[in-house]
Structure formats: C-alpha cells, structure tokens
C-alpha cells in the first residue's frame, strides 16, 4: 500500500467513530445533488488512490477535505452505506481496488482489509 492508503483508513475510522448527534437530513431535491457530489469526491479520491505516489499532494488534501465536508452533509449512516456501494462498484468497473489502488483483489475495508470478492 502507498501512502494514501493510511489516509483512507484514517477517513474510514473517522467515518465509524462518529459521536453526537446526526445532523439533520437535507431536503429531498438538495439530498440528492449533496450525494452526487459525495459521489463525484469518492470517484475521485479512488482516481488519486490508483494513482499512488504520483498523485499531487494538495490535490490529494483537498480531496480528503472535500470528502469529509460532504461526508457530514450526507450524514451517517447514509455516507457509510453511500461509500461502500461506490467502492465496490469502483472495483467492478476499473479491476482496481479503492482503498489501496491496487488492481485485483478488493481490500475490504469492513473485514480489516483483507481481500474480498466484493
């Protein structure tokens, strides 16, 4: 694993730790672009993932921010289940795994990253 991979595993500790209160749920019409956009910041943290060392360190910052930002938008659990669904579908469509960038074996971050057949 590279050095992105620590920063997805800390994002996903930070995902399941959360404490307090949910915040409240967005309007209908607003949840939906919230989510795509939560989309969009996955894709592309998957896209810098794959890209390993070479990606750009402000980028890779800003992503994780981003991300973070819309995770509590979405609120949980919906992002959790949100992030789950799209990493596996990321897996299908590219052969890589989002959590390590690896291609092949999917690195199930909920069975502590062993390889899975999503």
Do not use: K
Request: aromatic share 8%; proline share 8%.
């Amino acid at each position: 694993m590279d050095n992105l991979a620590p920063r997805i595993l800390d994002l996903m500790a930070r995902l399941s730790g959360r404490e307090g209160p949910e915040p409240a749920s967005p309007p209908p019409l607003n949840r939906a672009a919230i989510e795509t956009a939560y989309r969009q910041a996955l894709r592309r943290w998957f896209e810098l993932t794959a890209q390993g060392q070479d990606a750009e360190g402000e980028e890779v910052a800003r992503a994780y921010q981003e991300i973070l930002r819309l995770m509590d938008e979405v609120g949980e659990p919906r992002a959790t289940t949100l992030r789950r669904e799209w990493a596996q579908e990321w897996w299908r469509e590219t052969g890589a795994c989002p959590f390590c960038g690896e291609r092949g074996a999917y690195h199930d971050p909920d069975r502590g990253g062993e390889p899975s057949n999503a």
